[in-house]
């Protein structure tokens, strides 16, 4: 049985499987949690309400998916559902009426399995501790790529709780009486601090789909109410398409078409060593209004913690860079600009002061990411090394300011 790590995913074919959820303690978790599986067209939406199964609702409206046990245990026959379901969603929530204290944070363990048809397992997608603070969660999901079935490791986590959960999906649940705590929430997810008196943040994104689809951090638009795009050729309005917050990913679409599209990197994935540059929009502005560019190398391959979906990089980054793709030296995407080290924190903590130490999540990740959710997206194979001049030119074309507003 293989273990996955949030985001990514694997080929399981055709014919019936078993999916599920499992928790310890056993018994608590039982008591505690309801699982779910609903049906969801291309868009993330849920296509019927009688599309979520569960306990109370032991079927789809076909009969391709099928409550098989409690706590959480689903059976799927892949070969008959309708071709308007693009994706299954298996979410977990804490039950209503439970203590306010009550979070996924209370069990020891939490995973999401995929069995065959005999039961025989065959991947297993254990919750990490840091994603249990939340509610309401989705977990996995099966989703079409291609004409074939494959499972994704999600763990997206939603701190509102159940209303948060069903909004994502489009159901509308009844309105909770005044005083009245919504089910399984925990009040409204608060955003990220921003600098006081400003009403707009900015991040950098890029250009992955001729039909404008652009991708960033999460971390970027989150809370956004308005989120415009501009580069020295062009000015665009964005609107977000999927969030993957666990991994920190967010794809948007351009109301407009874009002039450029970045390329992935084929195959192998970053070198320990290797040159790598940086293009992006750092500080806001601050530095000028076009794009900034800076090289480093690769210092590391996993992230803080023994984080094995992000690579470490010594490329000068500051705020604003997050979002923005990590080239090769031919100009290839291998990675997406995420996070810098706290300097301040890790001086108090050892009196030294780190320099260039800079993080992304890995490219082979985000590309996943694009595949999950329908978008084609180009690679090409690693070629001889081109000048960085060479390569921030094409680059204007596809690299983007992220401007957004509360």
Request: glycine share 12%; net charge negative.
């Amino acid at each position: 049985m293989q273990e996955l790590q949030p985001g990514q995913n694997r080929p399981i074919g055709n014919g019936r499987v078993n999916v599920g959820v499992v928790g310890e303690p056993c018994e608590d978790f039982a008591a505690s949690t309801q699982a779910g599986a609903l049906l969801l067209a291309a868009d993330g939406r849920i296509l019927d309400p009688d599309d979520l199964v569960s306990a109370e609702q032991p079927q789809s409206r076909d009969g391709s998916v099928r409550f098989a046990e409690s706590p959480g245990e689903f059976r799927v026959d892949l070969d008959v559902v309708p071709a308007a379901a693009a994706r299954i969603a298996i979410v977990l929530t804490v039950r209503p009426g439970l203590g306010p204290g009550t979070t996924f944070g209370v069990f020891a363990s939490i995973r999401s399995w995929l069995a065959d048809a005999a039961g025989q397992p065959l991947l297993v997608f254990p919750l990490p501790l840091a994603s249990r603070g939340e509610t309401a969660m989705i977990l996995a999901e099966l989703y079409r790529h291609q004409g074939q079935w494959k499972f994704r490791a999600v763990g997206q986590g939603f701190a509102a709780g159940l209303p948060a959960l069903a909004a994502h999906f489009g159901l509308r649940l009844p309105e909770p009486a005044p005083n009245e705590t919504p089910s399984g929430g925990m009040g409204q997810r608060r955003k990220p601090a921003r600098p006081e008196g400003l009403a707009a943040f900015s991040g950098t994104g890029f250009c992955v789909h001729p039909e404008g689809y652009v991708l960033t951090n999460h971390h970027v638009i989150e809370g956004a109410s308005e989120i415009l795009a501009r580069s020295p050729r062009q000015r665009c309005r964005l609107e977000p398409v999927f969030a993957d917050p666990t991994n920190d990913l967010a794809l948007l679409r351009s109301d407009t078409p874009l002039s450029g599209m970045a390329v992935f990197r084929e195959g192998s994935s970053a070198r320990l060593g290797e040159t790598v540059i940086v293009v992006g929009y750092p500080l806001g502005g601050l530095l000028g209004s076009g794009p900034q560019v800076t090289t480093g190398n690769v210092s590391s391959l996993i992230g803080p913690g023994d984080d094995t979906r992000a690579l470490q990089f010594t490329a000068p980054t500051q705020a604003g860079n997050s979002g923005g793709p990590l080239l090769d030296g031919d100009g290839a995407v291998v990675g997406v600009v995420s996070s810098k080290l706290n300097v301040v924190r890790v001086h108090e903590m050892t009196g030294d002061i780190p320099q260039n130490v800079n993080f992304a999540i890995k490219s082979a990740l985000a590309r996943e990411f694009l595949e999950a959710v329908g978008v084609d997206h180009q690679c090409r194979a690693p070629r001889p090394v081109r000048s960085v001049a060479e390569i921030a030119a094409e680059a204007r074309d596809f690299v983007l300011k992220i401007e957004c507003r509360e």
